[in-house]
């Protein structure tokens, strides 16, 4: 994981379904082992509005914990944008497993405003997942776990606390 950048901008999101509209997004933004700065933020929604039925199981009852919350799917994304904004030239994204969600919360950002936001479109964009089955782990390893970890799982913050976690330990103390 050396050839990582050593400024990484780590996001998580949860929507309802995988293709679904946007519930919650997360974002650390960390430089070497530091945590420099941070979003989170929640749809204002209620249960009856989700659709899918796993989502509605294991993802609305965190949406609560996000520090700020929008109405709508749009408002949510364009404040994530503007934040993403902040960092995009110098930091690296990584996600956990980037496709469909994140790489479609991208998307969906992108397409609220094409022309204007294509050129800050996020290149490359990195994935634990990839990095720990090149390094022999079970594909789709419990993240909470190797992070050591109780959290609940499908909170996006604390998916990005476990990320920036896996990465601290394999990349800056030689595991």
């Not at 509005?49 to 520090?67: G, H, M, Q, R, Y």
């Not at 709508?72 to 503007?82: D, G, P, Q």
Request: one cysteine or more; a negative charge.
């Amino acid at each position: 994981m050396k050839y990582l950048n050593d400024k990484l901008f780590i996001i998580d999101a949860e929507t309802d379904g995988l293709y679904g509209d946007v519930l919650s997004i997360a974002v650390k933004v960390c430089y070497k082992t530091r945590e420099i700065d941070s979003f989170y933020g929640a749809r204002n929604i209620k249960i009856d509005e989700i659709s899918d039925p796993w989502t509605k199981e294991n993802v609305f009852d965190t949406l609560k914990n996000a520090e700020m919350f929008f109405d709508s799917s749009e408002e949510l994304l364009s404040a994530f944008w503007e934040f993403y904004l902040k960092y995009y030239k110098d930091y690296s994204v990584l996600t956990d497993v980037p496709y469909p969600v994140e790489s479609g919360i991208f998307y969906k950002c992108i397409m609220l405003d094409r022309d204007q936001r294509i050129p800050y479109s996020p290149f490359p964009v990195y994935d634990l997942e990839s990095m720990l089955v090149a390094q022999n782990h079970e594909k789709n390893s419990n993240r909470m776990k190797l992070a050591g970890y109780e959290l609940v799982s499908h909170d996006a913050m604390n998916d990005v606390a476990a990320i920036f976690k896996i990465i601290k330990d394999k990349k800056y103390s030689g595991a």
